[in-house]
């Protein structure tokens, strides 16, 4: 009797240490897929000039008190652009600056993307294609880019005219220039319209 009694009290033993084991682990796993889905923590924009220098924005979220701050960074120099306040309703963020503005973002995995600087224009699909792409800011300047199926794009920003190649990756497409020069960021495609007014999670 003996034996058995502690034959049973050993299974019972290595079975309650199998379901601690199993909770523990979901637990954990619940823990990160929180921290990686609920964090925001500090998103970035890197700018590169042609001269290899940077400019760097930045928006770091206090989601305690539900506030942000954005800052400009030039080399070591930087300076506060806004702070404000922000309301996160699912994958949509909207940021209240103090002085009123507003900016409306979107989360879409480590990205923020603003959605008032997408282009009009529908990118298809495939790794090569014919689309125009436009963008008119707050000033009524107009940037165009027309990408062509045999893989060429040609590019006007408020007069100043540029062409090379592009290549799809995905969600991201990018550009070389026939002159060499420097075209800025890459696009990120979200919704089917292009962007380059994004931010990455650091």
């Known amino acids: 009797m003996k034996n058995e009694s502690k034959k049973a009290n050993a299974k019972l033993t290595s079975v309650l240490a199998a379901v601690l084991i199993i909770v523990v682990a979901i637990v954990a ?49 930087a300076v506060e652009l806004a702070s404000g306040t922000f309301v996160m309703d699912g994958n ?53 880019i027309t990408f062509k199926a045999d893989g060429t794009y040609v590019q006007d920003d408020n007069g100043d005219v540029s062409e090379g190649t592009y290549t799809r990756d995905g969600d991201w497409i990018k550009r070389e220039s026939s002159s060499g020069t420097s075209v800025g960021i890459d696009y990120l495609i979200y919704s089917g319209r292009i962007t380059n007014s994004y931010y990455i999670k650091k």
Request: glycine share 8%; with cysteine; proline share 1%.
């Open 92 to 144: 949509k963020l909207t940021l209240t600056s103090d002085g009123g503005d507003v900016q409306n973002l979107v989360k879409q995995g480590k990205y923020l993307i603003a959605k008032d600087y997408l282009y009009e224009g529908e990118i298809p699909d495939g790794d090569t294609f014919d689309a125009t792409c436009t963008f008119k800011n707050s000033n009524n300047v107009v940037y165009f």
């Open 29 to 77: 796993v619940i823990a990160v897929k929180t921290k990686d889905s609920g964090s925001l923590g500090t998103y970035s924009c890197e700018i590169m000039s042609s001269d290899n220098s940077s400019t760097v924005f930045e928006i770091t979220f206090n989601e305690k008190n539900n506030t942000y701050k954005e800052n400009i960074s030039v080399g070591d120099k």
